[in-house]
Each structure stands twice: as structure tokens, then as C-alpha cells.
């Protein structure tokens, strides 16, 4: 059975930084692209960010551009584990945080940012 769960989401200052992960469990991820969505409240769920299956392809990690400069995505395929390193939060990056593989969604974390 597949399993994606997060972690790491919180309440937050503006201008601090969180580091959420994602944890894969059932099958080997290594070989698939992974990313982070999130939703916030009233919101449609929207794409944050991808990374390829080889962690050394900078090149074909993808941000939104609302959290370019600030959120950078990486991975580890021994731990089958994503992450997501956010920086110089500001109150409109809250929301549900969600990893996503092969289909697969997480239950999510709650990223709140106070102003």
C-alpha cells in the first residue's frame, strides 16, 4: 500500500522559514518525479513544485513563480523522502501543504504564517 505523509508544517512568523518532508512508504519512489501543491482555505488546490527523479538535475526542479527564491525543493531516493526548505514566508504562503507521487496525495501539513 502506497503512503505519502508530510511533516514539518506549522505556525510561523513572516520572514521565517520552515522545512517540510515527505516521507514515501509501499514502493520505490526513485524513479518518479515528486512535488508539493498546496491549498488554502476557499482556494482550489494549486502547484508549488516538482522535482525530477535524479536529485543532481537542478535543472528540472520547477517553482511557481510566487515562491521562486524563497522554497527549494530536494530530495533523498536512499530515505524515499522529498523536502521542501521555505524561506521568507509571508502570510499569503498559508495553506495546506500536500506531496504528491505517482498519484499518490499525502493527508498534508498546515503551514500557517502570521503577519
Known amino acids: 500500500q502506497v503512503q505519502l505523509v508530510e511533516s514539518g508544517g506549522g505556525l510561523v512568523q513572516a520572514g521565517g522559514s520552515l522545512r517540510l518532508s515527505c516521507a514515501a512508504s509501499g514502493r520505490t519512489f526513485s524513479s518518479s518525479a515528486m512535488g508539493w501543491f498546496r491549498q488554502a482555505t476557499g482556494k482550489e488546490r494549486e502547484f508549488v513544485t516538482s522535482i525530477s527523479w535524479d536529485p543532481s538535475r537542478t535543472d528540472y526542479r520547477y517553482y511557481a513563480d510566487s515562491v521562486k527564491g524563497r522554497f527549494t525543493i530536494s530530495r533523498d531516493n536512499a530515505k524515499n523522502t522529498v523536502y521542501l526548505q521555505m524561506n521568507s514566508l509571508k502570510p499569503e504562503d498559508t495553506a495546506v501543504y500536500y506531496c504528491?507521487?505517482?498519484?499518490?496525495w499525502g493527508q498534508g501539513t498546515q503551514v500557517t504564517v502570521s503577519s
Open positions: 504528491l507521487a505517482l498519484g499518490h
